[in-house]
């Protein structure tokens, strides 16, 4: 989100949604304890008003739950007292967040008739068994069906997937990306899964039943995913859960959880081109390696990570510079 949009989020956590996926406490992620009524929504609002003046773009999103599955009425609730504002003009779009079989035609002329712009779908994964064992309630089938019919009505789609599900392995995770990637979304976000209290997940976990998704794991399968999103030109708007002062402070008791993962992903990303580049230059005992200035802190890795890396795999000293003329994300020599 540029530094000329912001979001307006209203949570409407566990609204509508037909069963409780084993990873899911949408109260404790979002922070949110009870559903969201129209008072709520002008209260954000006002509230975002407060706090500043209108400067460029407002977005307000109801995130949580399964917006398009609550009851009819209550949809026209929210969604009046969202219209509201956008027809004043004080917010520039409405965006939600649904499940993929809570799509049909009657909803999508709900949508439309308030404005609606954008719609997020949790396909979560494209393999069925992985599905199954998070206890989603829907196919793989009822995502390729919603993404085609938001599509066909000109919504922007943002599809959200999660690695290391129950019955998740690398090999479904990035089968996953790419089916996700053909259905062309505007785009994506990625969850790492992670152990929150109070969630079936948790118990399942106690027992001994789930392996942790734990933080390398997650760096390694999103590090084989996110260059399947960029070839496509899908842009990955989100990877990793977003802290709060409720996971951090305790409710995320397990799993890959950590502020600064997508930063660790592109640092691995980064890594794996410059031991190309080392491999490259073998008699080289020191190299130095151009990156744009956006991509040093990545180049270096969190506590100079990558440069001790490139001393314990290679035996080089490794020394990073800046160069404007090196896109981000990419690598050179000097």
């Known amino acids: 989100m540029s530094a000329r949009e912001s979001i307006i989020p209203v949570f409407v956590p566990h609204l509508g949604c037909p069963r409780k996926c084993v990873f899911c406490n949408q109260n404790r992620i979002s922070g949110a304890l009870k559903p969201a009524d129209a008072g709520t929504v002008r209260e954000a609002v006002e509230k975002a008003e407060a706090a500043s003046p209108k400067n460029g773009r407002r977005q307000l999103a109801f995130y949580g739950g399964s917006f398009t599955a609550i009851p009819g009425a209550s949809q026209e609730e929210l969604l009046s007292a969202a219209f509201e504002y956008l027809k004043n003009g004080y917010i520039d779009e409405i965006r939600l967040s649904t499940r993929p079989d809570a799509v049909n035609t009657e909803v999508l002329d709900r949508l439309k ?80 899964t992670v152990i929150v209290k109070d969630t079936p997940l948790y118990y399942m976990w106690k027992r001994g039943e789930y392996k942790e998704h734990s933080i390398e794991e997650a760096v390694e399968y999103c590090a084989a995913i996110l260059p399947v999103f960029e070839k496509a030109g899908i842009p990955v708007i989100r990877l990793g859960l977003n802290p709060t002062d409720d996971l951090s402070g305790g409710d995320a008791v397990g799993g890959a959880y950590h502020p600064a993962l997508g930063e660790m992903v592109r640092s691995r990303l980064i890594y794996e081109k410059i031991s190309k580049l080392i491999n490259e230059n073998t008699e080289a005992e020191s190299l130095t390696v151009k990156v744009n200035p956006r991509s040093i802190s990545q180049a270096v890795g969190q506590k100079r990570r990558n440069i001790e890396k490139a001393k314990q795999d290679f035996g080089v000293e490794l020394k990073v510079v800046p160069d404007e003329n090196i896109p981000v994300g990419e690598v050179g020599l000097e």
């Open 113 to 192: 008739r308030y404005g609606v712009k954008t719609v997020e779908l949790g396909a979560q994964s494209m393999d069925d068994e992985v599905l199954v064992l998070a206890e989603r309630g829907h196919t793989a089938a009822d995502v390729e069906i919603a993404s085609s019919m938001l599509k066909e009505n000109c919504f922007r789609l943002i599809l959200q997937m999660m690695t290391g599900l129950p019955g998740d392995t690398l090999e479904k995770t990035v089968y996953t990306a790419k089916k996700i990637a053909s259905l062309h979304p505007d785009g994506v976000r990625i969850y790492p």
